[in-house]
């Protein structure tokens, strides 16, 4: 391979370096992080389940991290307890495509713990914990799923232990309809700095997009019916 090598902003990233024959290590480090969102004018408290991979490719380090859940105790979002299972689904599957890909790599989980603690009122009536691979699957069996996409730009400052980091989130609002039922749930892409917005928009834009194509290829072979829509 080349000796200069484009750092690796997805997991298929890290994959395709894999497959070109590039030496690969990968660590996951969790963080979970309080951040309050303004959604259409609506504010709201969540806690953002993220996993930063980390490594290095023929000897250059990489480092990215990715979304893959929020929970908070509104309807605004999956409660924190149904944000760890879908968070871990997620990053399951992420895990199978690394190691079929021949990259080794730690299978740590997210947790509760006491997150609980902070999120009082859990109700069992609850939307079940569906993922938009559940709906995947129903189309392959032959249900008939149709999904509405829309794409948001979403601000939000995210609290750390002595700071605090504006950051704004490429989100995608999904309502998804099968089997007589509508479910509205969302997912986030990418995000940025808010203050470095010049120097990293575009590339995170092209991060979300790359996702969002790999996604529709997927509702594509299963049959989903659905309108691509992508960030500019």
């Known amino acids: 391979m080349e000796s200069e090598i484009s750092s690796p902003k997805r997991i298929s990233d890290l994959v395709a370096l894999k497959q070109e024959g590039a030496r690969i290590t990968c660590i996951p480090i969790f963080e979970v992080i309080p951040v309050d969102f303004l959604h259409r004018d609506n504010p709201y408290q969540a806690h953002v389940f993220l996993c930063r991979f980390e490594g290095e490719v023929d000897g250059q380090k990489y480092s990215f991290r ?47 713990e006491d997150m609980l603690v902070k999120f009082e009122g859990y109700k069992e009536e609850h939307d079940p914990t569906l993922t938009i691979d559940d709906y995947i699957n129903m189309a392959k069996e032959g249900t008939e799923v149709e999904v509405s996409i829309e794409v948001e730009y979403v601000p939000a400052v995210e609290h750390f232990a002595n700071y605090k980091n504006s950051q704004t989130f490429l989100t995608v609002d999904f309502t998804v309809e099968a089997l007589g039922r509508r479910h509205n749930f969302q997912r986030c892409f990418a995000c940025y700095q808010t203050d470095k917005e010049k120097e990293e928009k575009d590339q995170q834009v092209r991060v979300a997009n790359a996702r969002l194509e790999e996604l529709y290829k997927r509702f594509d072979d299963a049959g989903v019916k659905y309108v691509k829509k992508f960030f500019s």
């Open 66 to 112: 990715k979304c893959y859940a929020r929970g908070c105790p509104n309807n605004l979002c999956p409660h924190v307890s149904q944000a760890v299972m879908i968070a871990n689904r997620y990053l399951q599957r992420d895990y199978r495509e690394l190691k079929n890909a021949g990259i080794e790599v730690e299978e740590k989980l997210f947790t509760l």
